[in-house]
C-alpha cells in the first residue's frame, strides 16, 4: 500500500521559508516520480514541482527559482523546500506519486493529506 503523509505547512511572512516534507511508505520513493501540488480557496490544484526516480526536477513557472524539491530514498523523504515566499504562495500543498514524471494531476495516482501554508503580507 502506497501511503504519503506531508507535513511542514504553517504561518510565515512575505519573503520568508518554509520547508515542507513527504514522508513515503517503504520504497515508494523508488519506484514512482513524486511531486507537490497546491490548491488556493476557489483555485484549481496547480502543478508546484516534481522529481523523477532518477532524479530529474521540474517547476511550475512561479515557483521556478524559488523552491526546490529534493529527495532522500533511504528516508522514504521528498522535501519541498520554498523560500522568497509571497502571499500568492498561501495553499494547501499535497506530496503526490505518479509513474513517471509529470505536471498534470491526472497522472498522480496516490495523494498526501495536504498541508496548510499561509503567508502573511
Known amino acids: 500500500q502506497v501511503q504519503l503523509v506531508d507535513s511542514g505547512g504553517g504561518l510565515v511572512q512575505t519573503g520568508g521559508s518554509l520547508r515542507l516534507s513527504c514522508e513515503a511508505s517503504e520504497r515508494t520513493s523508488r519506484t514512482y516520480a513524486m511531486g507537490w501540488f497546491r490548491q488556493a480557496p476557489g483555485k484549481e490544484r496547480e502543478f508546484v514541482a516534481a522529481?523523477?526516480?532518477?532524479?530529474?526536477?521540474d517547476y511550475g513557472n512561479s515557483m521556478r527559482g524559488r523552491f526546490t524539491i529534493s529527495r532522500y530514498n533511504a528516508e522514504n523523504t521528498v522535501y519541498l523546500q520554498m523560500k522568497s515566499l509571497k502571499p500568492e504562495d498561501t495553499a494547501v500543498y499535497y506530496c503526490?506519486?505518479?509513474?513517471?514524471?509529470?505536471?498534470?494531476?491526472?497522472?498522480?495516482?496516490?495523494w498526501g493529506q495536504g498541508t496548510q501554508v499561509t503567508v502573511s503580507s
Open positions: 522529481i523523477s526516480r532518477s532524479g530529474s526536477r
Open positions: 503526490a506519486a505518479a509513474p513517471v514524471l509529470s505536471t498534470s494531476v491526472n497522472d498522480y495516482d496516490y
